[in-house]
C-alpha cells in the first residue's frame, strides 16, 4: 500500500526558504502512472494547490506562486522536495504532499484526482 | 482564472438525513469535477472524480453529478462519520492548474 510522508522544519523564518519533503514508500515514484504534487492548507481556511511532478522532472506551478516556488524528485530516493522561498506569514499552513490518481496514455496524462495523501505538516513562519 | 464557488458554506443534517452540496465553476469544466472529505486533523480523502465516479472504497452513499458550470454531491444517508468539510476542485485546466472550492461544513442538527 503507496504512504507518503511529509519532512521538514516546522519553523522558518521570515525571508527566508521552506524546504520540505515528501518520501514514497509501498511503490515506486518512478512509475508512469503517477504524477506527484504539493497542497498547502493555512490555519482554519481552504486547501490550495502548489505545484506538480511527474518522475521525469515535469513540473507544473500555482501562476500565484510560481515565483517562489521549486519542485524537485529524486528517484534514487523515492522522494520529491518542495522548496518555497522568501517566505512571510502568509505562508504559514499545512503542507501536504500527494499522488494523483490518473492514467497516462501516449504523451499524455489524464488527471482524475488526488488519492493518496500524507498526514501533513505544520509549518509556521515566524522570527 | 476559473473561480469555484460552495453552497452552503454551512450545511446542518440530522444523521439519517439526505444533504445536498453544491459546486459551480465561473465557466465551463466540463466533467474535470473531483470531490473531496476532509475531517478536522485529517488529510483530504478523495470521494468523486469525473464528476460521478467513486473513487476506490468509497460507499455508494455518496454520489456526485452535474456538468459544465453547477454540480452536486449527495449523501444520501448521513452516517455519524459523514461529518466533515467537502471540496470540490476543478481540473480542466489540468496540469496547468487545478483550484478548489471553499468548501462546505457539514455538521449535525
Known amino acids: 500500500q503507496l504512504q507518503l510522508q511529509e519532512s521538514g522544519p516546522g519553523l522558518v523564518k521570515p525571508s527566508e526558504t521552506l524546504s520540505l519533503t515528501c518520501t514514497v514508500s509501498?511503490?515506486?515514484?518512478?512509475?508512469?502512472?503517477?504524477?506527484w504534487g504539493w497542497i498547502r492548507q493555512p490555519p482554519g481556511k481552504g486547501l490550495e494547490w502548489i505545484g506538480s511532478?511527474?518522475?521525469?522532472?515535469?513540473?507544473y506551478y500555482n501562476p500565484s506562486l510560481k515565483s517562489r516556488v521549486t519542485i524537485s524528485v529524486d528517484t534514487s530516493k523515492n522522494q520529491f522536495s518542495l522548496k518555497l522561498s522568501s517566505v512571510t506569514a502568509a505562508d504559514t499552513a499545512v503542507y501536504y504532499c500527494?499522488?494523483?490518481?490518473?492514467?497516462?496514455?501516449?504523451?499524455?496524462?489524464?488527471?482524475?484526482?488526488?488519492?493518496?495523501w500524507g498526514q501533513g505538516t505544520t509549518v509556521t513562519v515566524s522570527s | 482564472e476559473i473561480v469555484m464557488t460552495q453552497s452552503p458554506a454551512t450545511l446542518s443534517v440530522s444523521p439519517g438525513e439526505r444533504a445536498t452540496l453544491s459546486c459551480r465553476a465561473s465557466?465551463?469544466?466540463?466533467?474535470?469535477l473531483a470531490w473531496y472529505q476532509q475531517k478536522p486533523g485529517q488529510a483530504p480523502r478523495l470521494l468523486i472524480y469525473?464528476?460521478?465516479t467513486r473513487a476506490t472504497g468509497i460507499p455508494a452513499r455518496f454520489s456526485g453529478s452535474g456538468s459544465g458550470t453547477e454540480f452536486t454531491l449527495t449523501i444520501s444517508s448521513l452516517q455519524s462519520e459523514d461529518f466533515a468539510v467537502y471540496y470540490c476542485?476543478?481540473?480542466?485546466?489540468?496540469?496547468?492548474?487545478?483550484?478548489f472550492g471553499p468548501g462546505t461544513k457539514v455538521d449535525i442538527k
Open positions: 469525473g464528476a460521478s
Open positions: 476542485q476543478q481540473y480542466n485546466n489540468w496540469p496547468r492548474r487545478l483550484t
Open positions: 500527494a499522488k494523483y490518481l490518473g492514467s497516462s496514455w501516449y504523451s499524455h496524462y489524464y488527471y482524475y484526482g488526488m488519492d493518496v
Open positions: 509501498g511503490g515506486s515514484i518512478s512509475s508512469s502512472s503517477y504524477y
Open positions: 511532478i511527474y518522475y521525469s522532472g515535469s513540473t
Open positions: 465557466q465551463s469544466v466540463s466533467s474535470n
